[in-house]
């Protein structure tokens, strides 16, 4: 059993992220009960929920002429416009019920302020707006964030690098995840991970 200074974060299994879903990520209901057999060797798991209000400026359908997968340039730098996902109060931005982790403590919710995304759980994509994870963490005692859920080369790559920037360790359960992957993304994802020292291990190495 992870105990104390160890923290699951379980990123974005969303009804939206799912197949049928508005934003769906491939195979991403595959990964459920690796995640729940997966929760059950950690005594602190940690939900991250994406969670956008209708408006939001990540949407393709707020900027005229745009269309899903395009990218556009925000005040704080490059933004890739998505489908509209995971709206706050609707069933798409409910967690797949498939999910059994009734020992979970903390639902930490991202990406609510209109003019910025967050893929993090931890910055927003303005690089500078904090949802207060860290501090969260570090009152909690955690040194060591594992890492899983979707989308492996979005929420999960980047909540796994702040995490590092954060100066806690951080591990990937790479088969508890699945990626959008789109135009080499995840493969990018990887080499900025591994140049940060983030660890990727299955989840059978993770709890025996
Ligand atoms: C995500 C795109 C937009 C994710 C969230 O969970 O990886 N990707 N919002
Ligand atoms: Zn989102």
């Not at 990964?31 to 969670?51: C, K, T, Y």
């Not at 995304?117 to 955690?142: N, Q, W």
Request: some cysteine; charged content about 25%.
């Amino acid at each position: 059993m992870k105990g104390s200074n160890e923290a699951l974060v379980v990123i974005d299994m969303q009804n939206d992220f799912m197949p049928g879903g508005t934003l769906a990520v491939a195979h991403g209901d595959e990964i459920i009960p690796v995640i729940n057999r997966l929760a059950r060797g950690f005594e602190h798991v940690v939900f991250a929920q994406d969670w956008h209000p209708r408006e939001h400026v990540s949407f393709a359908a707020n900027h005229a002429g745009r269309k899903p997968f395009d990218g556009v340039a925000l005040a704080y730098g490059e933004q890739v416009l998505w489908p509209v996902h995971c709206v706050q109060g609707t069933t798409g931005a409910a967690f797949h019920e498939g999910l059994d982790v009734p020992h979970a403590r903390l639902v930490l919710r991202k990406g609510y302020r209109r003019d910025i995304d967050s893929y993090s759980a931890f910055i927003e994509a303005d690089r500078h707006s904090t949802t207060g994870l860290a501090g969260y963490l570090r009152e909690s005692s955690v040194t060591r964030v594992w890492c899983c859920g979707v989308a492996t080369d979005y929420c999960v790559a980047w909540t796994a690098l702040d995490a590092r920037t954060a100066g806690f360790e951080a591990v990937v359960v790479d088969d508890a995840c699945r990626a959008i992957d789109l135009d080499g993304s995840l493969e990018l994802a990887w080499r900025d991970m591994r140049a940060a020292g983030v660890v990727r291990m299955l989840a059978d190495e993770a709890v025996a």
